[in-house]
């Protein structure tokens, strides 16, 4: 079974802080995925990559940078929280060999910022 | 650009009860259409989905086919239970070039059922 884990299920920080948000996959697959769950909008693509060290801007990428040093793992980072980063952020993965494949998710952080 | 729109939730159901979610969409070339669910405390997971027009995803009993005349995708299920108790999440993506596979998705329908 493919499994995407994230680092926390909840989080809460404080305006200004920097934050990371850590997402791991075990199942080699090159293409990695942040995006941030809103009631009412759906779920919305902040950054993705397609390889180690390659990133490229989702819809909303303001405020939000990514890190990807290895091939397994995938970093959101929030520079300086706000307020309206409160959400609830998935990391998902999905593998180059065929067109349609699925994405795979992790379980999600609930992160609040005050 | 992409896009797709669920129909308004919330969607409160019996036990037993006929179930559609409508799904449409917006998109260049030939997507490939999901409908993902996320239970409750949980990330999402793949339901079902069609890669080309006129197939039907079927799964755990939902079914959904890919209408290209009406850019339609509506989840159906004959008789829902209260496990099915989630909010559901309509989704495209363009294969191929440089999508890498991204998934536009819809606003979410969250279904309740009650015994």
């Known amino acids: 079974d493919v499994k995407v884990t994230q680092s926390s299920r909840y989080l809460v920080k404080r305006t200004g802080e920097k934050v990371f948000l850590e997402c791991v996959q075990d199942m080699d697959h090159e293409n990695m995925f942040w995006y941030r769950q809103d009631p009412g909008l759906g779920l919305r693509l902040i950054y993705f990559s397609y390889d180690v060290k390659m990133k490229e801007k989702g819809d909303i990428p303001e405020g939000y940078s990514v890190s990807r040093e290895k091939k397994e793992r995938f970093s959101l980072i929030l520079e300086s929280a706000s307020t309206n980063q409160t959400s609830m952020y998935l990391c998902a993965s999905r593998p180059n060999e065929g067109s349609y494949n699925e994405q795979f998710f992790g379980p999600g952080t609930r992160l609040t910022v005050l | ?115």
């Not at chain 2, 669920?6 to 409160?12: A, I, K, L, R, S």
């Not at chain 2, 998109?27 to 079902?48: C, I, K, N, R």
């Open chain 2, 1 to 115: 650009g992409n896009s797709v729109t669920q129909m308004e939730g919330p969607v409160t159901l019996s036990e037993e009860a006929f179930l559609t979610i409508n799904c449409t969409y917006t998109a260049t070339g030939y997507p490939s259409l999901f409908w993902y669910v996320q239970y409750p405390g949980e990330g999402l997971q793949l339901l079902l989905k069609a890669t080309k027009a006129d197939d039907k995803g079927s799964n755990k009993g939902f079914e959904a086919t890919y209408r290209k005349e009406t850019t339609s995708f509506h989840l159906e299920k004959g008789s829902v239970q209260v496990s099915d108790s989630a909010v559901y999440f309509c989704a495209l993506m363009n294969a191929g070039g440089t999508s890498y596979g991204k998934l536009t998705f819809g606003q979410g329908t969250i279904l309740t059922v009650h015994p």
